[in-house]
T-cell receptor, first 110, second 114 residues
């Protein structure tokens, strides 16, 4: 069973700043990594996924992988109050099963 | 969008009662999952199914059972509910079509066991 660890937060950033969210994973052989956003009372929704072969940028979001240190980060540029949510990091196991971290609460203050 | 529907959305029941949570999807995806979410613990996998005849236990299957009645339907049952099964339950499907590679969740079923 892979393990995924996240700082529960809350992480507070001012509007317009860069929010940096991190998670660490236990299995050095992990290949696929996912970031989900979950608003209070709602279901998780995928922000982006990356494979072990590289980082990825999508609009204001950038996911980065540090394989040597076994952590994945999500950067949110120009943070907006609407980005306030819980961010879940996940690692994929066999069978497209995702193992999730407990999530980091992000609060963007206007 | 895999269009995953969960029923009921909210349920309050008593200890010892049998409860069924239902999940259906409209896109014909093979792989379906049941997760449970508790505050501070994130999402934990209960059961998953690759097709109608392939059902597998997840991390926390004790006290739960599932049924894949058809490709589109995957139900989770609590045989005799207990208070520590109070949680938010999510059904999800894996959408690997066209490189989407996304686990799509239903809206969730909030279960309270008194």
């Amino acid at each position: 069973q892979k393990e995924v660890e996240q700082n529960s937060g809350p992480l507070s950033v001012p509007e317009g700043a860069i929010a940096s969210l991190n998670c660490t994973y236990s299995d050095r052989g992990s290949q696929s990594f996912f970031w989900y956003r979950q608003y209070s009372g709602k279901s998780p929704e995928l922000i982006m996924f990356i494979y072990s072969n590289g980082d990825k940028e999508d609009g204001r979001f950038t996911a980065q992988l540090n394989k040597a240190s076994q952590y994945v980060s999500l950067l949110i540029r120009d943070s907006q109050p609407s980005d306030s949510a819980t961010y879940l990091c996940a690692v994929m196991e066999y069978g497209n099963k995702l193992v999730f971290g407990a999530g980091t609460i992000l609060r963007v203050k206007s | 969008d895999a269009d995953v529907t969960q029923t009921p959305r909210n349920r309050i029941t008593k200890t010892g009662k049998r409860i069924m949570l239902e999940c259906s999807q409209t896109k014909g995806h093979d792989r379906m999952y049941w997760y449970r979410q508790d505050p501070g613990l994130g999402l934990r996998l209960i059961y998953y199914s690759f097709d109608v005849k392939d059902i597998n236990k997840g991390e926390i299957s004790d006290g739960y059972s599932v049924s894949r009645q058809a490709q589109a339907k995957f139900s989770l049952s609590l045989e005799s509910a207990i208070p520590n099964q109070t949680a938010l339950y999510f059904c999800a499907v894996w959408d690997g079509n066209s490189g989407a590679n996304v686990l799509t969740f239903g809206a969730g079923s909030r279960l309270t066991v008194l």
